[in-house]
């Protein structure tokens, strides 16, 4: 069964028209994380929650915003893709404890096209 | 920063062993994690440390020097599925939990 549930798994939008994807768990973790990752490239993290306590990477673009209603769900919003957006955006959850069982728990990813 | 290094590509043959490498700056490092990824999926996680020393899960090993900043993931009897990316990833302790990546090593087995 999914834990980390990512919609949609590929979405295309237009060059400029804001877009929104979901992310939810059914992990009841504590933290949330995105990140984009590009062709051959490290996932880069963009943005990430300790509960609603948002941290926001000091490299990430404006252009990017984040929403956490409530525990088990999270929204990336791009508010005007440019080509250079389009990428594998991947959700991922983990506690807030640390030592064994404390990995990170990634869905399966939104493939982003931007035409 | 929080910069993770490790080698871009390896290649191996089946049935042998590799090591991949993994060095990390260590202020605020709190735990140490191998994820495996294949093209177009997303990282499934392999293994953890945050004391010194190796932790052995079946074929996949794992190794951590906290005092050095240095880690390797080591697979053994590799067989043609292993073919993938293996990324390094460093937890800080600033901003809860901050987990950081390498960019990966893209491992090719060969027959």
């Known amino acids: 069964d999914a834990m980390v549930i990512q919609n949609p798994r590929y979405q295309v939008t237009q060059f400029g028209k804001p877009v929104t994807l979901s992310c939810s768990q059914t992990l009841n973790h504590n933290v949330m994380y995105w990140y984009q990752q590009k062709s051959s490239q490290a996932p880069k993290l963009l943005f990430h929650?300790?509960?609603?306590?948002?941290?926001n990477e000091a490299d990430t673009p404006d252009n990017f915003q984040s929403r956490r209603p409530n525990t088990s769900f999270c929204f990336l919003d791009i508010r005007s893709p440019g080509l250079g957006d389009a990428a594998m955006y991947l959700c991922?959850?983990?506690?807030?404890?640390?030592?064994?069982?404390?990995?990170?728990?990634f869905g399966q990813g939104t493939r982003l096209t931007v035409v | 920063g929080q910069n993770i290094d490790q080698p871009t590509e390896m290649t191996a043959t089946e049935g042998a062993i590799v090591q991949i490498n993994c060095t990390y700056q260590t202020s605020g490092f709190n735990g140490l994690f191998w994820y495996q990824q294949h093209a177009g999926e997303a990282p499934t996680f392999l293994s953890y440390?945050?004391?010194?020393g190796l932790e052995e899960k079946g074929r996949f090993s794992s190794f951590l020097s906290r005092s050095k900043g240095y880690s390797y993931l080591l697979l053994k009897e590799l067989q043609m599925k292993d073919s993938a990316s293996y990324l390094c990833a460093a937890r800080f302790s600033g901003g809860y939990n901050k987990l950081i990546f390498g960019a990966g090593t893209r491992l090719a087995v060969h027959p």
């Open positions: 929650y300790y509960d609603k306590d948002f941290n």
């Open positions: 440390n945050v004391l010194d």
């Open positions: 991922a959850t983990s506690t807030a404890r640390q030592g064994m069982g404390t990995e990170a728990f």
